[in-house]
C-alpha cells in the first residue's frame, strides 16, 4: 500500500474508535503509533526480519513528539492562564464581577440573563477555560435569574452558552493551541480574540433583550440601583479589569513601541496579581489547594490530549495525507469562500461527536494547509489573494473562525461538554434541559459566524495594528 492509503485507513480506524467512545487522546495516540509502524514495515516491503526495526523506528519517533512539542514556551501560556479563573473565582470576583454587570445592564429587557453573558465575557478575559467558566457561574447566576422568574431551562442555556465565550476572549487556552499547531504568533492571535469575543457577547445579549421584548413574563429587567451603586459596584470587581489590562499590554501596547514582555510573562504576572487579591481577601489554604489541583488536572488533560494527536499528526506527515487533501481542495470547481463555508459546516456537524480541542488537533495538521492553499499559500499578498488577505493574516482570520465553530461544538448535542457541566452542577437539571434552553444561542452563533466571514476586518483590524 502506498502511504496516503495508509493514511486513510489509519484515519478511518481513529474515527472508529472515537465513535465507539474512546478518549481522542488515547485514540489518536494509539492510531498514530499504528500508522507509523505500518509506514515504516512498508517500506521494508513487509520483510518478516524488519518488523522489529521497523517497531523501534516508530517507537523512536513517537516517544520524541512529547517533549519536542510540549517543551514549546508558548505552550507555558496555558496552565497559568488557567490558575488565573481558579484563583479569581476562589478570591470572589466572579461574584463581584456578576453584581456589578447586574447594576450597569440590568435595568434592559432580560436583564438578569444579558448581565449574566457580560459576566461570563468578563471573566473569560481572566480564565482560559470554557468549562470553568460554566461551572462557575452555573452557581453564581442560574439561582439569581430562578429567583426574578426566569424559566431554569433558558437560565442554564445562558451560563453554557456564556461559558464558550472562554474560547475565543484572551486569555484563550484553545487559541494557543491553534498557534502551536499552525505555527503562527501565539501574541497575534490572542489579539485578534478580543473583538470578535466582545462581538459574540454583544449578539448573544441582542438575542436575549429580542426574546424578552417578545416573549411574555421571559425575564424582568432588574432596576433599582442609583449610580452611586453602579460605580461602588466597579472596585470589588477591579483586579479582574487590571489582569485584563497587564495581558494587553504584554501581548500589543496600545501606546505604541514594543510589547513590555511575551505573552507567558503576561499570564505569569496575571496570575500573581489575582493570588496577591485572593490573599488579601482571606483565602484559605484549602481553596488555594483547590485553586492549584484544579488547575493541574485540567492542564493535564490539555496536554495529554496534545501529545496524543501529536503523534498521530507526525504519522500524518509520513503518510503525505495534508499534502493530498490540500491539491484535492484547491482543484475544486467552485469559489473558494464556498469552500470555507462547507469546511466550517463540517466542524459544526464533527463537533457534535468530538470535543474541541481533540477536533481541532486532529484536523488543522490537513485542513489548516487547504485553506492556505485556497488563499494563495503562506507568502501571498493581500492583492493577490482569493480572500483578500495575506497569507500571515488569512491564518489569523481562519483561527477565529475555527476557534468560533469549537465554541458552537461546546453547546451542541450530544456531547456539548459546557451542557454537560451546567447539569452536573445543579441538581435540578438535566443535561436535556440544558441543551433545550442553549438551542436559540445556536443562531446567534450562526449570525456571528456569518459576520466574521463577511467581514474580516471584525477579526483583523487589532492584529494589524500590532
Known sequence: MEPIDIGIAVSLILVVFVVLGMRVAFAAAVTGFIGLLWIFWAKKGYDPDAFGWALGVAVKTAGQV???????????LIPTFILIGYLAYYAGLTKALFEAAKRWVGWMPGGMAVSTVFATAGFAAVSGAS???????????????LAVGYNKRFAAGVVAAGGTLASLIPPSAILVIYAIIVEQNVGKLLLAGFIPGAFSAVIYACLIVGMALTIKNFGPPVGGFT????????????????VVFIIIFFIYNPFGGDPFGTPTEGGALGAAVVLLVAILKGMKWSQLKSALLETAKLSAMIFAIIWGVLIYVRFLGFAQLPKAFSAFISSLDQPPMMTLVMILLAYAVLGMFMDAIGMLLLTLPVVYPAVMALNGGEMVSAADSAFGMSGPMCAIWFGILVVKMAEFCLITPPIGLNCFVVAGVRDDLTVQDVFRGVTPFFVADAITIALLVAFPAIVLWLPSMA
Do not use: D, N
Not at 512539542?69 to 505552550?75: D, G, R, T, V
Not at 468549562?131 to 435569574?145: G, K, L, Y
Not at 449610580?227 to 487590571?242: K, T, V
Open 66 to 76: 512529547p517533549h519536542s512539542k510540549i517543551s514549546s514556551q508558548a505552550l507555558s
Open 131 to 145: 468549562v470553568a467558566t460554566s461551572a462557575v457561574f452555573a452557581r453564581i447566576a442560574i439561582p439569581e435569574m
Open 227 to 242: 449610580w452611586g451603586q453602579r460605580f461602588s459596584s466597579l472596585l470589588p470587581a477591579f483586579p479582574i479589569f487590571f
